[in-house]
Every structure is written in structure tokens, then in C-alpha cells.
């Protein structure tokens, strides 16, 4: 196939109408890429765990493990760069002059993962111009350790890595007030109509409470897709809609 034939195949397969498509871009390896509805997250399920089978029940030692806290679980985080913080000891709300034996010592562990979406198969005019929807989808353990126990940011970064262009984030509140031990579902889709720069990377990060030496909230599988575009003008509207489906698929851990 032609160049010219393969960028019409991606115009027709992706329903790019009125989107640019350079002639100078190499379209059989954009084609390839298929930027457009897989996940782009490398390793996007660390702790190798299914949304399909409920979470298991912790394992509670015989004897109380006297060893240092484990503030960091063991599974493979390839592809991920990991933070742990761990926190104070919380003294609120302890009587002057009681003597405590013993405190929980809790940590965030985080987890956060840089993507190129030029690099993913994207363009700069259709970056630049279009700012296609960006879905994300994350399951994580719910927990009643406390009000607070995880944080998915997103931050749409420009070329130097540093400047952000936009950011998101999102903290879910735990109901404490019962027992409950399931898989809850996060998504964020950020919106980049506003947004007036050109985003050449996209920062996803989250943060899991931790207590010393039990990991007590268990992240799932996080998913991030680049959704096909909507139509620009009201004459595509017609001939996108019978081409297209539209697909509806983190964190700096923020203790202040």
C-alpha cells in the first residue's frame, strides 16, 4: 500500500473526518500503532489481580511480626516508578499524660508512569489542533482504614516533561460506617477543550494507604486510552456517528 493509501485507511477506520493528516508523516507506522482505544499504561495491572474475583481476605499472622515495617508490597512494578512516604504517627485525640504501648505507622505508596503520546502514534497537529479525549479507568480495594486511602492524578505535560499543560485529579471519600471488602471503579476523563497548548505527554499517577507491614488497599488495573474523535463541523456529525462507537474506559499523594 501507498502512504496516501494508508493514511486514508486510518482516516476511514478511525473516523478522522476533518481532522489533520499531513502527507509527511509515516502513516503505515501510525496505522500500526493503532494510538486509538488499547490501553497505553505499559504493565497496567502490577499486583497481577482480576476485577472478576473479589478481594481475597488478608492472611492474619499466628505471632505479630516483630521484624522492621514493610512499607512497600513485592509485586513486579515494571514500568512504573515507585514513592513511598511514610507518615507521622497520628497523637490527635490521645489523653495528656496516657500511655500508649503502640501506634499504627501508615504510608502512601505511589505509583506513576510517564506516556509519550507522540511516541504512542499520535501527531502534533491532531495533539495540537483536535486535543482528542484522553479516558481513564482504575479499580482499587475498598478499605475502611480510613476516609482517605487513594489518589489518581493525571497531568498533560508539555515537550520539556515539566511544564503542565493541565492537570486532574481525583480522591474518592470511603464509607466507614460499614464493613465492606469489594473492587470500586474510578474513571477520569480529562478535558482538554480548553486547553491551549500543545500536550506531547501525559503523566498518570496513584497513591495507596499503607499500614506498616499489611498492605491494606490493593490497586487493580489502570487503563488509559485515546478515544476516537468526535466530529468538528455539523456536516461530519451524520457520517461519524454511523462509523464510530464511542469508548468509555494514577499520584502524588497529597497529605496536607
Known amino acids: ?5 494508508w493514511k486514508n485507511r486510518c482516516g476511514s477506520e478511525w473516523g478522522l473526518l476533518g481532522a489533520p493528516m499531513p502527507d509527511g508523516l509515516d502513516w503505515k507506522s501510525v496505522y500500526e500503532a493503532k494510538p486509538f482505544g488499547r490501553n497505553l499504561l505499559r504493565n497496567p495491572s502490577p499486583f497481577g489481580l482480576s476485577k ?16 522492621p515495617p514493610r512499607f512497600q508490597p513485592d509485586e513486579d512494578f515494571s514500568g512504573w516508578t515507585t514513592n513511598t512516604e ?12 496516657a500511655v500508649v504501648c503502640q501506634l499504627p505507622q501508615y504510608s502512601w ?21 483536535f486535543q482528542p479525549e484522553i479516558h481513564i479507568q482504575d479499580w482499587y480495594e475498598e478499605s475502611q482504614l480510613h476516609d482517605s486511602i487513594y489518589q489518581l492524578q493525571v ?18 471519600t470511603e464509607d466507614r460506617s460499614r464493613y465492606s471488602r469489594a473492587w470500586k471503579e ?25 499500614l506498616a507491614g499489611v498492605s491494606c488497599v490493593l490497586q487493580l488495573r489502570t487503563r488509559s486510552e485515546i478515544c ?12 461519524w456517528l454511523l462509523q464510530n462507537h464511542v469508548h468509555q474506559q494514577h499520584c502524588g499523594c497529597q497529605t496536607k
Open 1 to 5: 500500500m501507498s502512504d496516501a493509501e
Open 52 to 67: 472478576d474475583i473479589p478481594p481475597h481476605k488478608p492472611d492474619l499472622p499466628d505471632e505479630p511480626d516483630f521484624g
Open 86 to 97: 511514610v507518615l507521622p504517627y497520628d497523637r490527635s485525640g490521645i489523653p495528656a499524660g
Open 109 to 129: 505508596f505511589s505509583l506513576e508512569q510517564l506516556v509519550d503520546l507522540k511516541a504512542e502514534g499520535l501527531w502534533e497537529e491532531l495533539l495540537d489542533n
Open 155 to 172: 497531568k498533560l505535560l508539555g515537550a520539556d516533561k515539566s511544564t503542565v499543560i493541565s492537570e486532574y485529579t481525583t480522591s474518592p
Open 186 to 210: 474510578v474513571s477520569l476523563l480529562p478535558t482538554s477543550s480548553h486547553i491551549r497548548s500543545l500536550p506531547a505527554l501525559c503523566n498518570f499517577s496513584h497513591s495507596l494507604c499503607l
Open 228 to 239: 476516537p474523535l468526535p466530529p468538528q463541523t455539523e456536516e461530519h456529525v451524520l457520517e
